[in-house]
């Protein structure tokens, strides 16, 4: 138990030292001149800048420490690259995608937030091709579908690169016409001066190795203001406002937790997760833990095996095993695979 309890720390002490180095890629931006504030509906948004952290959680800003940010006043905008893209891929027009995920059921529960400890990993991904780790918040019928979107993604076509990033997507219409990644639409607002939004992890998980890197990253609806909030530890990144959303103003009705591929050209999708299968060693497989949900009393509790489904699309190519509840890991499960031809 000591050895897992170093361990973690060591991998957390890893996590906190994320964005130290150079910051070329970003661009320091006045925060009230920032893309969100081009969107029509938030011409006269104030910024919010105290928020509802019910989970009594530090706020003090461990990243901060020997790391680069931008001055006071600022925010830090990613640079887009030459040839890379914004689009959303999971439309009826680019099939392709594969999940191995959990998720809740549609039994009606509203949720106002989610959180979890996911394993970073490096992938080999081609061109075309993207490979992700994240959480889903969604409510609405496809078509106006609202969509909230966090984790990490290894994606060429967004990026120009195939380093793991930490990565954000949004929509309010079911991927028709709102809604981009990260900052390349107006939306989401930044209020952190720490270069976050599409930073590249200088460090992720070996295959059996003696630790796991990991981040917990977590968004939650603010009770005071509706403004759906990203937080990373005990960081706020920044949020999206409620006047971007029309049903996620009542709260997320779905909530889904894992993994998420699209295929090339060729008809060969990419690895998922660490590129292998499940196994009941953490150091050997791509996985959360600690997955929590936070209800409609805006309490943060973990996951009920009753409330969730599993699914994995492909079995051939990507799996997943459903751990439960255990005291020292919390709600947890492990997923991931090779891919391959797995059908579109």
Request: charged share 20%.
């Amino acid at each position: 138990m000591a050895l897992h309890l170093l361990l973690v720390l060591f991998s957390y002490m890893l996590l906190t030292h994320v964005v130290e180095g150079n910051t070329d890629d970003f661009d320091c931006v006045d925060i009230y001149k920032q893309p969100a504030f081009q969107h029509p509906l938030l011409k006269h948004h104030k910024i919010q800048e105290i928020f509802n952290l019910v989970d009594n959680l530090d706020r003090k800003n461990e990243y901060k420490v020997n790391c680069q940010s931008c001055p006071k006043g600022t925010v830090p905008i990613l640079k887009q690259r030459n040839g890379t893209e914004s689009v959303h891929l999971d439309t009826v027009e680019y099939p392709g995608q594969h999940f191995s995920t959990i998720e809740t059921v549609l039994d009606g529960s509203i949720y106002r937030g989610a959180e979890a400890r996911i394993s970073l990993h490096s992938l080999t991904v081609q061109n075309n091709q993207y490979s992700k780790s994240q959480i889903w918040l969604e409510n609405g019928p496809r078509n106006e579908l609202n969509s909230i979107q966090f984790g990490w993604a290894a994606h060429p076509r967004l990026y120009g690169d195939t380093r793991t990033r930490f990565t954000i997507y949004w929509t309010a219409d079911g991927y028709k016409n709102s809604g981009c990644y990260n900052i390349q639409c107006p939306g989401f607002v930044i209020v952190t001066r720490i270069p976050w939004i599409g930073i590249a992890f200088p460090r992720t998980s070996i295959y059996g190795g003696n630790k796991t890197i990991f981040f917990t990253p977590q968004v939650f609806q603010d009770g005071s203001t509706g403004n759906w909030v990203l937080k990373i530890f005990s960081e706020v990144i920044g949020y999206w406002p409620k006047e971007l959303f029309t049903h996620l103003n009542e709260g997320a009705s779905l909530i889904r937790f894992g993994g998420n591929t699209f295929i090339s050209p060729d008809g060969i999708s990419p690895p998922m997760g660490n590129g292998y299968f499940p196994v009941v060693d953490f150091q050997k497989s791509s996985h959360y833990m600690h997955v929590k949900v936070k209800n409609s009393n805006y309490q943060l509790v973990d996951i009920e095996d009753s409330k969730t489904r599993r699914f994995s699309d492909s079995y051939q190519c990507y799996r997943l095993s459903y751990w439960g509840y255990f005291k020292s890991n919390g709600v947890s499960f492990s997923f991931g695979g090779p891919g391959g031809d797995c059908g579109t």
